[in-house]
């Protein structure tokens, strides 16, 4: 049995082209599913909203569904990244979609959704590639990469070059930045006078731990007390 949810996004993704993620591709799709209005509220209380999400994170599903079956087995790890941003992006069948969504989640009251659906990519992508970071550095990796996924997804909106190769160079550049910084981080960690002076900070972050794997509460991280 299909999914409620699922049922009313498929029903939706006719009407986000001419009129976004909104109260009237909302309506049209519970129309359009013969669904009870006061259900399809239920479901999505927040109407072309939810559904907007719920698209976001079936684009996520199916990455990780065809990241399952891709053969990395040769690529630098920058590439394996580079690979799975293109495969979430090569899913999309409705760029008009994305577009919309874009839109819909600048606004303010829906910007925190947007940034949560980013973060939660990146995530989606870290956690396929079999990171096992388990202090600040699970925060920066899922930071950076959602910097490098969002302005990739910008750019590959407004690509037109053929199978969008504009769009995958730009990504190795926005990649190659972020290396450049892991190079610099590195060279800091070698210097005898840059590792002292980095002391203080270096053992402060050294406290910050990845989230559970199974979360207790809202809280995005943990703070290891000094005397543990």
């Known amino acids: 049995m299909t999914d409620p949810k699922e049922q009313l996004l498929d029903a939706a993704l006719v009407h986000v082209p001419f009129d976004g993620w909104t109260r009237s591709t909302f309506q049209a799709a519970v ?31 199916q990455m990780i569904e065809a990241l399952k079956t891709e053969d990395m087995s040769d690529l630098r790890f920058r590439d394996k990244i580079a690979r799975a941003v293109q495969l979430r992006l090569e899913g999309i069948t409705d760029k008009e979609a994305v577009r919309r969504g874009s839109t819909l989640f600048s606004l303010p009251q829906y910007a925190p959704d947007g940034a949560k659906l980013i973060w939660g990519t990146a995530d989606a992508i870290w956690d396929a590639l079999g990171d096992t970071s388990t202090d600040v550095n699970w925060y920066t990796k ?28 730009f990504l190795d550049r926005r990649i190659d930045n972020v ?50």
């Open 31 to 61: 129309k359009d599913t013969g669904m009870d209005p006061t259900v399809a509220r239920a479901i999505c209380p927040r109407g072309g909203a939810d559904l907007a999400v719920a698209y976001h994170k079936r684009g996520d599903d």
């Open 142 to 169: 899922r930071a950076t990469l959602s910097g490098v996924y969002s302005s990739t997804v910008l750019f590959w909106l407004g690509d037109s070059s053929e199978n969008h190769e504009a769009t995958w160079a």
């Open 179 to 228: 290396m450049q910084i892991e190079k610099v981080k590195a060279q800091v960690k070698k210097s005898p006078t840059l590792s002292k002076l980095f002391a203080g900070p270096s053992w402060m972050l050294s406290q910050i731990k990845a989230p559970p794997r199974f979360p207790k509460g809202d809280l995005p991280g943990a703070w290891m007390s000094p005397r543990d």
